[in-house]
Structures are given as structure tokens and as C-alpha cells.
């Protein structure tokens, strides 16, 4: 076999499988394939082998049957007149059954589904105030699904979800948010400041008064106490024959030394008594006479029980 012959069956092979190329034709999965005879349409072809007419059938368009998302952003305005750019995202696919009303009636689909948002969210937000805006953004997107949903069907098309992803405001409107928010955290945390506050204010003033009242009964204890050791000395006293004015004196005289030689003891102490009229000076003269008389009796009357008690034995 020369050239010549190899070269005939390698055109021969090339036309055959050109003619069957224009026979068959594959649809890939979740595509719809739009066939026109003569300009009319004809079929629309599904996922797998499929064939036509070569020259009297032809492929005029071909259609995703998947989920496909369109974001679109909308600046308008709300009711307190701030300017407000809100994104939406709405999903949509072509209903299997209606390929031809999405293919025939709708040119552009994606600028007719731009279209409705723009009309339903410059409808809705300015009844809103900015406030509403962020917490109503459900209900902005159930409206453009609800529009889209109607509107859509005719055309052939099945809105599946609508979304508000993003509402931004303008900048200084944003800084003046902040502010009040700042404004409105150091204003609670000012009210818990001033309640801990109160808090420990009325704790010291309870511990405070807890204390006054316990010092008071320590002080009314020592006070009953010291009533009742001195009530004590003057009955040991009356018992050897001292009367209560005398032994009062003494008892005095006796607590007067006392305190003298207490604060003695501590250093870098210097004590001056000087009594304020000469009438002082004397009876505090005559109280230290009346004391001593009364110790030096009182070491007699002790003397004499402790020599009856040895006369005894």
C-alpha cells in the first residue's frame, strides 16, 4: 500500500467521523441542551447520548439546571434618612419542566432578578429606620423572595433562597454608632461601679456599727465589773471596822497611785499635777492622810485576828 492509498483511508476516516460528530452529541449532567429545526424550536435534550439531523437540527443554547446565586448591592435610603448599602444574595435555579420559558421568554436573567431586587428593597428599607434595618433583615428578605417567587415562576424559574448578607452604612454614621455604643457600656459599667460602691459603703458602715455596739457593751462589762470590785473592797473593808466614806477615800487614793506608777513605767513620759485651787491641794492632802490611817488600822485589825487565830491553835 503506497502513500496515496494511506492517505485516501485517512481522509475517508476523518469525513466518516465528522458525519457522526453531526449526528451525536452529549449532554453533560444537570444541563438542559435547546434543538431548533429550520429555526423552530424542536426538543430539549437532557444528560447523556443524544442525536439530531445534521444541517436541519442545530444547538441554539444550552441552560445549567444547578442552584446558581446572585449578589447584588442596593444603596438606598432609610426613614431617618441615612444612606444604607444592603447586599443581597438571592439562589435560584431553571425548573426542569419550564427549559423553554426560561430559554424563550427571559433574555437575561440575571438583570431581571437585579431588576425586582432593586424595586423591592428601595420600596422596604425606607420605611425603616436604621435600627429596624439590622433587626428586621429577615423580613426584608422574605419580601424579595416573596416578589421574586411570583415574578420569576412565569420565566421559568424557582427562587430557592434570598438573603440579606450585608448592610453597610455609611462611615459616619457607622462612627456615631460606635459612640453611643461606647457611650451606653461606660454608662452601665459606671451604675456597677457605683452599686459596689454602695455596696462596701453600707458593708463598713454595718461592720462600723456592729463594732460601736460591741464596744459599748465591753465598755457597759468593764464598767459593771469594776462597780462590782469596788463595791467588793468596800465590804472587805466595812468588815474590819472601816466605814464606807473611809474606805471610799482609800480606794481613791490607792487607784491614784496606781495610775501614777503606770504611766511611770512607760519611757519619754513626763506627768505634772497641779491641783487648780489651793482648797484641791488640801483635800487631796487630807484623802492621802485618811488613806494611810486607814492602811495602818487595817494592818492593825489584820495583826490582832492573826494572833487570836494563833492563840487558838
Keep these: 500500500m503506497n502513500i496515496f492509498s494511506l492517505l485516501f483511508y485517512g481522509i475517508l476516516i476523518l469525513l466518516v467521523l465528522s458525519l457522526l460528530s453531526s449526528f451525536v452529541f452529549i449532554v453533560n449532567q444537570e444541563t438542559a441542551v435547546i434543538i431548533e429545526r429550520m429555526g423552530k424550536f424542536h426538543s430539549i435534550r437532557y444528560a447523556g447520548l443524544n442525536f439530531k439531523i445534521p444541517i436541519l437540527d442545530s444547538i441554539v443554547g444550552k441552560l445549567t439546571l444547578k442552584i446558581q446565586q446572585l449578589d447584588i448591592l442596593v444603596d438606598t435610603k432609610t426613614k431617618d434618612n441615612v444612606f444604607v448599602k444592603v447586599k443581597i444574595s438571592v439562589q435560584f435555579k431553571v425548573i426542569k419542566d419550564k427549559v423553554y420559558e426560561a430559554f424563550y421568554k427571559l433574555d437575561n436573567s440575571h438583570a431581571q432578578i437585579t431588576s425586582y431586587i432593586f424595586d423591592v428593597v428601595r420600596a422596604e428599607v425606607p420605611k425603616m429606620r436604621l435600627d429596624d434595618v439590622f433587626e428586621r433583615k429577615d423580613h426584608i428578605a422574605l419580601v424579595v423572595k416573596g416578589e421574586l417567587k411570583g415574578s420569576m415562576l412565569n420565566y421559568g424559574y424557582s427562587i430557592i433562597k434570598a438573603l440579606v448578607t450585608d448592610l453597610d452604612p455609611d462611615e459616619q454614621v457607622k ?131 492573826n494572833n487570836n487565830s494563833k492563840k487558838n491553835k
Excluded: C, W
Design 175 to 305: 462612627q456615631a454608632m460606635n459612640r453611643i455604643n461606647t457611650a451606653e457600656r461606660e454608662k452601665v459599667a459606671a451604675e456597677y461601679q457605683a452599686e459596689a460602691e454602695r455596696i462596701k459603703i453600707v458593708a463598713k458602715a454595718k461592720a462600723e456599727a456592729e463594732s460601736k455596739k460591741l464596744q459599748g457593751i465591753g465598755t457597759a462589762d468593764q464598767r459593771r465589773e469594776i462597780a462590782r470590785g469596788i463595791l467588793e473592797s468596800v465590804e472587805v473593808l466595812n468588815n474590819v471596822g472601816i466605814n464606807s466614806q473611809e474606805a471610799s477615800a482609800l480606794i481613791v487614793v490607792t487607784q491614784h497611785y496606781d495610775t501614777l506608777q503606770a504611766m511611770g513605767e512607760g519611757s519619754n513620759t513626763n506627768l505634772i499635777l497641779l491641783p487648780n485651787s489651793p482648797g484641791s491641794a488640801s483635800e487631796m492632802l487630807n484623802n492621802m492622810i485618811t488613806s494611810f490611817n486607814i492602811s495602818n488600822q487595817i494592818g492593825e485589825t489584820l495583826k490582832k485576828k
